[in-house]
């Protein structure tokens, strides 16, 4: 039984190697901005509209809601790069009942990938929100002795982001793997669906993590409702 879908090799020459983690990824990637082409390139504004706009707009309005309601007042700013990180993680979770798909989550270099984009998103952010100079004075709060515990924190968080989504998608697979030798027909109709559900609920924790962390960057010159900032962002 392979523990990642890195196992699987599809062409190799010499170092150079495609992988089943490498071929999906692109793969989710290609499929998921081919979608959003489609769906997008004739939007209609009146109540006359196809299905998959509705669906589209359900799934872009509630991502929004979610990043409001933790705490980031202007989610339309951070909805690109967090919704497009549930959409991935969350797509890769649903194929998953594709015969002979392997989720790219699976594998350990995907979730850290996915870990250091919010590593580097969150500086970022901050950095936009506050200036340079008032986000890195967050690091010697609250004396400059924890400065080096909170770079740690920054660091721990960011492994803590990739290997918890890793083991949860794997040892998911895993189940599903031993139960398909054990009984071959019930056990892994239902371990499947329950192993979507859990990638979906996977998803959704990576998905609110990274924008805690975001808002918690953001949050010391966030400006409150009502205010002179907020009104011209909106304006």
């Known amino acids: ?32 901005a081919a979608g959003s082409k489609l769906i997008t390139r004739r939007l209609s504004y009146g109540l006359k509209r196809s299905r998959w706009q509705n669906a589209l707009e359900i799934i872009v309005t509630t991502i929004e809601k979610q990043i409001e309601e933790v705490g980031l007042r ?19 979770a649903l194929f998953s009942i594709i015969p002979g798909y392997d989720s790219p989550t699976g594998s350990l270099s995907t979730t850290a990938a996915l870990a250091l984009c919010v590593f580097v998103a969150v500086p970022l952010y901050g950095i936009a929100e506050q200036g340079f100079g008032d986000y890195f004075k967050s690091y010697l709060k609250p004396t400059f002795i924890m400065l080096p515990f909170n770079i740690i924190g920054e660091l721990s968080r960011t492994l803590a982001l990739a290997v918890r989504l890793f083991g949860n998608m794997m040892s998911g697979a895993m189940i599903i793997g031993i139960l398909l030798l054990i009984v071959p027909f019930i056990f892994p109709i239902v371990m499947t669906a329950l192993g979507l559900l859990t990638g979906m609920v996977q998803a959704y924790i990576f998905f609110i993590l990274a924008t805690v962390y975001i808002a918690a960057a953001t949050r010391a010159h966030d400006p409150g409702p009502g205010s002179k900032k907020e009104r011209s962002s909106h304006g």
Do not use: C, E
């Open 1 to 32: 039984m392979r523990l990642s879908p890195d196992a699987v090799i599809f062409w190799q020459s010499g170092f150079l190697k495609l992988n089943a983690t490498i071929i999906f990824t692109w793969g989710l990637m290609l499929l998921l």
């Open 74 to 92: 202007r989610p339309r700013k951070y909805l690109g790069f967090l919704g497009t990180i549930f959409l991935f993680v969350a797509a890769s």
